[in-house]
């Protein structure tokens, strides 16, 4: 198995070099360069438009960049370039090491399939074979993200729109990967449920010490969850330091607007 | 006698052809699902279109043909499609098993073990077993090129979690050869164990699919399972009433209106063989049995 002390946190993890998309003429995204280590929660804000989703599915090899590189260390702790690795080696990856947690809970959990099959799915993919193991592992995930037993063997579509970002949660977590995607994960939920998923999300950050990059246009998400935030405006990384630091006391005057237009308390 | 105005078997050469290469492209690469240009036959779709392609594409003058629905010679679609190959490709019919070279079926695998040399052509509905729960071709085709098939473990999983038990009853899935995890079309289950190292080549059409796909003689098919749910074969647990075996799938016949009703052999070959030898059942045994009752 998988010692995760085994790779030294002095490392980067994952690494932009000089990231770039454009649509045509639009350049979407640019010059976006970055580490970040294990353990590390980086919050990617900016206003509507300015390049977070398209930032993030590059990294997550989602979306091919028109220049520049994401590389990633594997679990053997060797750095490999995202482009060269092949389709299934991806799909692997994407499937073991990494979650990623839609807004849109369709587009991350089977709709139609029960919690316990949308959770035990990433095990029965990487061979597990033993019906009674599945469940059990899956049980444990969903007691960990609050979702009771007795709703395991319900589809998602039966489940409020809290539950269903939680069952993504536990869906992606279960095979204990080291990096976590995340587009506006709370976006949609009212602010008591907000409130409630971020709490969770913080807690098994911490424990589990997951690397995340989770991109909102909520200062507050990234005030609670991050350790450093980095600020998009028109496709370039404008500001980038401690979350505190950058909500605190932002240099930009872009920043200064998006902190005090968001957070005027 | 007139002369016929179809080509061999109904189909043009080329047609047949086409076809041909892709039975071959199939045996070469078990269990993969090749496209095809399916034809329009003369028959609608849900009559086995696939599997009457395939036919028309291997026979030849001598072979001796065999078309069973449901394990039966005589339902109308097996004695239509029968008649359409004697008419047009003036091929020898039989409804014996073992006397066949070439058989047709839809939803069942004969009891008589098949030998070498036959050729057993399943029609085919639906030939894609991820779509139950994948409904995207670009997904389930990139799942079967990188052997990612633990969905077809969510589709156990779900049966587990609701019925206490893998309940899919017909086409169970299996994995060809090691490699691709095929639909063996709506078989029961019970025949799934008799695809595993079949000396016989096993052929499937799926017409409105468009798709041919094969499992070679000798070739390993396996049914998915868990360890701890392993795969089951299903059957009645009853005698046959006519020939009373007790090793073959069974019908349910509803024998009057009284909500009387009695388990047959599903394969009517196999039942009318075993009576031939003398063999019988509660529902036809001699006098003297009879008035022990
Ligand atoms: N597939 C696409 N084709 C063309 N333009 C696109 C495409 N996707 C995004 N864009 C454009 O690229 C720019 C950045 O979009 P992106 O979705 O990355 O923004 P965002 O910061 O995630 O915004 P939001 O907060 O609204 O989700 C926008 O101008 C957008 O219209
Ligand atoms: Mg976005």
Redesign the pocket.
């Known amino acids: 198995m998988f010692d995760p002390t085994s790779i030294a946190t002095d490392q980067p993890l994952l690494v932009a070099d000089n990231l770039a ?1 454009s ?2 003429r ?1 350049p ?2 640019r010059g976006v360069s970055f580490k970040l280590y294990p353990g590390e929660v980086l919050a ?1 804000v ?12 590059m990294l997550s090899t989602q979306l091919q960049p028109s220049a520049g590189r994401v590389s990633y260390r594997m679990r053997d702790g060797v750095l490999r370039d995202l482009a060269a690795l092949g389709e299934a080696e991806r799909r692997f990856l994407f499937r073991t090491d990494w979650g990623f947690v839609h ?1 849109d809970p369709a587009m991350g959990l089977r709709m139609a399939v029960s919690a316990g099959a949308n959770v035990g799915e990433r095990l029965m993919a990487v061979g597990w074979n033993n019906y009674g193991k599945i469940r059990d592992t899956a049980s444990t995930w969903l007691q960990r993200v609050e979702i009771g037993l007795d709703r395991i063997d319900d589809a998602p579509r039966t489940y409020s729109g809290g539950m269903r970002q939680r069952l993504q949660i536990a869906r992606n977590l279960v095979t204990s990967p080291r990096l976590v995607f995340m ?2 994960p709370t976006g949609g939920l009212d602010v008591s449920v907000q409130a409630r998923l971020l709490d969770l999300l913080r807690g098994l950050v911490t424990e589990l010490g997951l690397a995340v990059v989770i ?1 909102t ?1 909520d200062l507050a998400v990234a005030r609670l969850l991050s350790h450093r935030v980095m600020v ?1 405006q028109g ?1 370039r990384v404008i500001e980038t330091g401690l979350t505190d630091q950058v909500l605190d006391d932002p240099r930009e005057p872009y920043t200064q607007l998006l902190v005090s237009s968001i957070l005027p308390a | 006698m007139n002369a016929p105005s179809y080509n061999f078997a109904y189909l043009d050469e080329q047609t047949k052809r086409m076809i041909r290469r892709a039975i071959l492209k199939a045996i070469a690469i078990p269990g993969y699902q090749v496209p095809f240009a399916s034809r329009e036959m003369p028959m609608p779709y849900g009559w086995g279109t696939g599997g009457v392609q395939v036919t028309a594409a291997i026979l030849g003058p001598s072979d001796v043909l065999k078309v069973i629905d449901q394990g039966s010679d005589d339902t109308t679609n097996a004695i239509s499609i029968r008649k359409f190959f004697a008419k047009t490709a003036g091929v020898a019919t039989t409804t014996r098993t073992d006397e066949a070279s070439v058989i047709q079926t839809r939803h069942r695998i004969p009891e008589a073990p098949l030998h070498e040399g036959q050729v057993l052509v399943y029609q085919v509905p639906i030939p894609e077993p991820l779509r139950f729960l994948e409904p995207r071709e670009t997904e389930t085709r990139r799942m079967h090129a990188l052997a990612e098939y633990g969905l077809m473990h969510v589709k156990l999983y779900e049966d587990i979690a609701k019925f206490g038990h893998i309940a899919t009853a017909y086409a169970y899935p299996v994995k060809v050869a090691g490699r691709y995890v095929m639909d063996p079309s709506p078989t029961p289950k019970f025949d799934n164990p008799k695809m595993d190292n079949c000396p016989a080549l096993q052929l499937f059409g799926a017409g409105r699919e468009k798709r041919i796909y094969a499992v070679p003689p000798y070739t390993e098919v396996v049914s998915l399972d868990f360890e701890d749910h392993p795969f089951t074969r299903y059957r009645q647990n009853a005698p046959c009433a006519l020939c009373g075996a007790e090793d073959s799938y069974l019908d349910e016949i509803v024998t009057d209106d009284k909500g009387g009703r009695m388990f047959v052999c599903s394969d009517t070959d196999y039942c009318e063989t075993r009576r031939a030898e003398g063999h019988f059942g509660s529902a036809n045994a001699p006098e003297t049995e009879r008035a022990d009752v």
């Open positions: 998309k649509y045509g639009l979407a995204c990617i900016g206003e509507s438009g300015s390049g977070k989703s398209t930032l993030l599915q807004q587009d506006e991109v246009h998009m496709g």
